[in-house]
């Protein structure tokens, strides 16, 4: 036309060729690259064996970062390996576990004394290494060592040399500490047991250890130059701050502080029926899916204000929170038990083939909103996450890691207001059937999208609400 190209949709044939096969909509979509991609995910707030109570909130955003990140991955047929390897059952581990953090973990980790060693001797002989006496007399008290710290490395000597772009301005000795070679030697481990061509090491570290952490890679490289299909990159997680009296919490706090909310809010909508087993895990899977999108809703690079003032609300229309997106996924496991009950008292018939659906029935706008917006496009959107990653230049990455829960948050408000605008199981009567099952394989397939999308977060889909 004058003005442009119009292209014009034939709604019923398309609702037809989506609703016929959605799996190939709603399942993530691989790479056909032949080639093999390794990644390591090796999350710095987890290095080091830290107690639980020494976690803090920032570092509570890398970890749950990584944890869907090392989904996405594997969904995208990536070979991923997440460090560090932590030993089973220890505090660490099983917060993760109240947290749904799928993390490596073993009874007895991959000794790296050999490595360790190896590297010692290595730093003993590098020009990039300043020797010093941890006990030396006052008058050389300059050239001692602090207690702990091995050797003292010039990083800032080594990148002037290799001519290396990217590094923080500041960098410049290194005090390194038998700790640091722990972690490179593990991450060396899994880079010479794999045997893909290259290998994508991606340090996700917050802002306060990402100059620390620049360090350790830095040094990685001194230690073992010859490793040429090794990429280092680093994904910055921006820092969190908290409002309100509980400023100063750590991770296990802020765990604590939201589950106890979740309690209250589900008491206070449902009484006394929150009690069991059954109750204190919808209550544990909604606190793990309040603190995820609280943490992850925001481009990680960016600072996030965490308000510890506002009560959850398990159930306020419009929010933009992860209690609000399960209660939406909620709705629909309640919407199909409720349709599976009406078969079996005979007010409805069994479900038919879809070939015997008439998808002109689908005529409400929400209708086509879900399947244009959300069911199509699913598969491009878990891509977009990563699509930085063959691209990105210098040491820092940028990945769009918010791009789940936004779009879970716009699915589960357009879902709302069509779920509460459509009557979906409509009376039992003959001439209505073709329609309440044209929708209800609409919502077959929205589903499939809610329990893919969380499932990357590490969330089980409620059964209830």
Request: glycine share 4%; hydrophobic share 40%.
């Amino acid at each position: 036309m004058s003005t442009g190209l119009v292209i014009r949709l034939d709604h019923p044939a398309l609702f037809k060729q989506v609703l016929s096969n959605p799996p190939l909509y709603t399942r993530p979509l691989k790479a056909l690259s032949a080639k093999k991609k390794c990644v390591i995910l090796n999350c710095a707030p987890l290095q080091g064996s830290r107690a639980p109570e020494l976690l803090t909130v920032s570092h509570l955003r890398a970890i749950l970062l990584a944890d869907h990140l090392a989904v996405v991955l594997r969904q995208q047929g990536c070979v991923v390996h997440a460090t560090p390897n932590l030993p089973q059952n220890t505090a660490v581990c099983n917060f993760l576990k109240l947290l749904r953090v799928t993390w490596p973990s073993t009874l007895q980790t991959t000794s790296t004394e050999g490595s360790v060693s190896n590297f010692k001797k290595i730093l003993l002989e590098s020009v990039y290494t300043q020797l010093g006496k941890p006990e030396a007399p006052s008058d050389q008290a300059y050239n001692a060592l602090p207690k702990d710290v091995l050797f003292k490395v010039h990083l800032r000597q080594f990148v002037k040399e290799k001519e290396l772009e990217g590094y923080d301005a500041n960098l410049d000795m290194a005090l390194v500490q038998e700790e640091a070679l722990r972690q490179i030697a593990e991450l060396q481990h899994i880079v010479l047991q794999e045997d893909s061509e290259e290998c994508l090491v991606i340090h996700v570290v917050g802002c306060e250890e990402e100059f620390q952490q620049q360090k350790i890679h830095l040094l990685w490289q001194i230690l073992n130059p010859s490793i040429d299909r090794v990429t280092q990159r680093h994904l910055v997680c921006g820092p969190v701050k908290i409002i309100g009296e509980n400023s100063h919490i750590n991770a296990v706090q802020y765990f604590q502080f939201r589950r106890s909310q979740m309690q209250e809010a589900s008491v206070m909508k449902y009484g006394n029926v929150v009690q069991g087993d059954s109750w204190a895990e919808i209550i544990s899977s909604m606190t793990s899916a309040t603190i995820r999108f609280e943490l992850l809703a925001t481009a990680h690079r960016s600072p996030l204000n965490l308000d510890l003032t506002q009560a959850v609300n398990i159930s306020t229309k419009g929010t933009k929170s992860g209690a609000f997106v399960m209660y939406n996924c909620a709705r629909l496991a309640t919407l199909f038990d409720h349709f599976n009950k009406s078969v079996q008292q005979g007010l409805y018939p069994k479900f038919p083939e879809t070939s015997q659906l008439n998808f002109s029935a689908l005529q409400e706008e929400g209708e086509w909103l879900l399947l244009y917006n959300y069911i199509i496009p699913f598969r491009e959107v878990l891509c977009l996450i990563t699509q930085s990653l063959s691209s990105a230049k210098g040491i820092r990455l940028t990945i769009n890691t918010e791009t789940v829960c936004k779009f879970l948050v716009n699915l589960s408000m357009d879902f709302s207001s069509y779920y509460n605008r459509v009557h979906i199981l409509g009376e039992p009567l003959e001439h209505l059937f073709n329609q309440m099952f044209a929708r209800l394989q609409l919502m077959k397939a929205l589903r499939e999208v809610f329990h893919t999308a969380l499932g990357t977060l590490h969330i089980s889909p409620p059964s209830q609400l």
